[in-house]
């Protein structure tokens, strides 16, 4: 990766909705080479995209839970079970796993009698041989943009 690229991922990752014009400031170059490098980003799939974070609890979610999902080894189920569990709005993250389970789904909810209500009906997906449901107290560290950081500097070190 070039070093103009790694100094423009940094400067978005710090801040995503500042102006084009000051990230070329702060990088060094024009705001015509910032904005044709962004969007080679973009195209190139290295940018996904940019977004901004909410707080859930400003909404109302005041509920955030991991539901750990055991499913008998059936394809079909499994993607019928894919299909429903992505259906519900309050299914923010949900990934396949290798080992003892075979997903973890993130759901953020108003309630803990909502988030009972959306566990009880995935528990009774057909294949689905167990959920282990972990709701989340506090968090000590939420910092999705660090490890990305960290490998541009240990790039630069290199």
């Known amino acids: 990766m070039k070093e103009l ?8 990752i ?9 990230i070329a400031d702060q990088v060094g170059a024009s705001r015509q080479t910032v904005s044709k490098k962004i969007k ?8 996904e995209s940019q977004i901004i974070r909410l707080n859930p609890e400003k909404f109302g979610l005041n509920t955030r839970a991991y539901v750990f999902l055991r499913e008998l080894p059936q ?3 499994r993607e019928k079970n894919e299909e ?5 709005p309050q299914v923010y993250n949900f990934r396949r796993l290798f080992g003892r389970y075979s997903a973890i789904i993130e759901v953020l ?5 909502e988030l009972t209500s959306i566990v009880k009906e995935i528990h009774s997906l057909e294949g689905v041989r167990e959920t282990e449901t972990f709701i989340v107290h506090s968090t000590i ?3 999705p943009k660090e490890p990305f950081l960290n490998i541009l500097k240990s790039e630069d070190k290199s």
Do not use: M
């Open 84 to 88: 429903f569990i992505s259906d519900f």
């Open 5 to 12: 690229d790694k100094k423009i991922i940094e400067q978005l």
């Open 109 to 113: 909810t108003e309630s803990r009698e």
């Open 141 to 143: 560290k939420d910092k």
């Open 40 to 47: 080679k980003l973009r195209e190139s799939g290295l940018i």
């Open 75 to 77: 394809d079909e189920a």
């Open 14 to 22: 710090k801040d995503a909705k500042q102006p084009i014009v000051d």
